[in-house]
């Protein structure tokens, strides 16, 4: 390795992200599933 990275920010991101799709599921469109990724970031 050429330096240390902290992936702490990508990690909380990727969280966010798994924890919105388990609570999308039955949603039957991928829109609003997107629109509600991407209000959990506001």
Same mark, same amino acid.
């Given at each position: 390795? /050429? ?7 990508? /990690?909380?991101?990727?969280? +966010?992200? +798994? ?5 999308? @599921?039955? @949603?039957?469109?991928? /829109?609003? @599933? +997107? ?5 959990? @970031?506001?």
């Amino acid at each position: 390795f /050429e330096g240390r990275y902290h992936t702490s920010l990508l /990690e909380g991101i990727n969280t +966010k992200i +798994k924890s919105n799709k388990r609570r999308a @599921f039955g @949603f039957s469109n991928f /829109e609003f @599933f +997107k629109i509600r990724v991407i209000t959990a @970031f506001m």
